[in-house]
T-cell receptor, first 113, second 114 residues
Framework: KNQVEQSPQSLIILEGKNCTLQ??????????LRWYKQDTGRGPVSLTIMTFSENTKSNGRYTATLDADTKQSSLHITASQLSDSASYICVVSAKTNAGKSTFGDGTTLTVKP | EAQVTQNPRYLITVTGKKLTVTCSQN?????MSWYRQDPGLGLRQIYYSMNVEVTDKGDVPEGYKVSRKEKRNFPLILESPSPNQTSLYFC?????????????FGPGTRLTVL
């Protein structure tokens, strides 16, 4: 069964600090991996999309990495801001299952002043 | 403004009373999908559509129906709602037929079934 596991479940950091969120998946054959940011009560917003051949992708202070061999991805947030407080969701799609995506349960990040 | 809209945003109803949640996108996207989000469970896919008149089941389709008669609209129908369908629902669209690209999510519909 295709699965996506994220860690930690929740994280609290001080404003200005960096943090890294983890995503491990078993989805196969791999098509792409997406990171979304979801503010409380709102729809997710895309941060990055990575295919098999991409190791790193950045979007401002957000940098995602992908190791397709170990089936791991990370999302690194640099110089955190209060507005980074949100849930971060890892989503993986398989080539053979067009239309379906497997979502992780998300990591809830709280940035404190 | 490019967007996905959902209506209603909030709905309280009673068991067994048929309801429809509408979803519309103005980006000419091929792919649309419905998800539900429950505390501690993350987003789960209900149904998706890769093109007009083409729909398919996601991971949790029981108790739901959808239709895709035109590209921009993808309504979610609950024929006989039950309390276990109380949830936060999101509609999403994507330019690629398989949804592999970035998905754009609507603002969500919070449904309570009493």
């Amino acid at each position: 069964k295709n699965q996506v596991e994220q860690s930690p479940q929740s994280l609290i950091i001080l404003e200005g600090k960096n943090c890294t969120l983890q995503c491990n998946y078993t989805v196969s054959p791999f098509s792409n991996l997406r990171w979304y940011k979801q503010d409380t009560g709102r729809g997710p917003v895309s941060l990055t999309i990575m295919t098999f051949s991409e190791n790193t992708k950045s979007n401002g202070r957000y940098t995602a990495t992908l190791d397709a061999d170990t089936k791991q991805s990370s999302l690194h947030i640099t110089a955190s801001q209060l507005s980074d407080s949100a849930s971060y969701i890892c989503v993986v799609s398989a080539k053979t299952n067009a239309g379906k995506s497997t979502f992780g349960d998300g990591t809830t990040l709280t940035v404190k002043p | 403004e490019a967007q996905v809209t959902q209506n209603p945003r909030y709905l309280i109803t009673v068991t067994g009373k048929k309801l429809t949640v509408t979803c519309s996108q103005n980006m000419n996207h091929e792919y649309m999908s419905w998800y539900r989000q429950d505390p501690g469970l993350g987003l789960r896919q209900i149904y998706y559509s890769m093109n007009v008149e083409v729909t398919d089941k996601g991971d949790v389709p029981e108790g739901y129906k959808v239709s895709r008669k035109e590209k921009r609209n993808f309504p979610l129908i609950l024929e006989s709602p039950s309390p276990n369908q109380t949830s936060l629902y999101f509609c999403a669209s994507s330019p690629s037929t398989a949804g592999f690209n970035e998905q754009f999510f609507g603002p969500g519909t919070r449904l309570t079934v009493l």
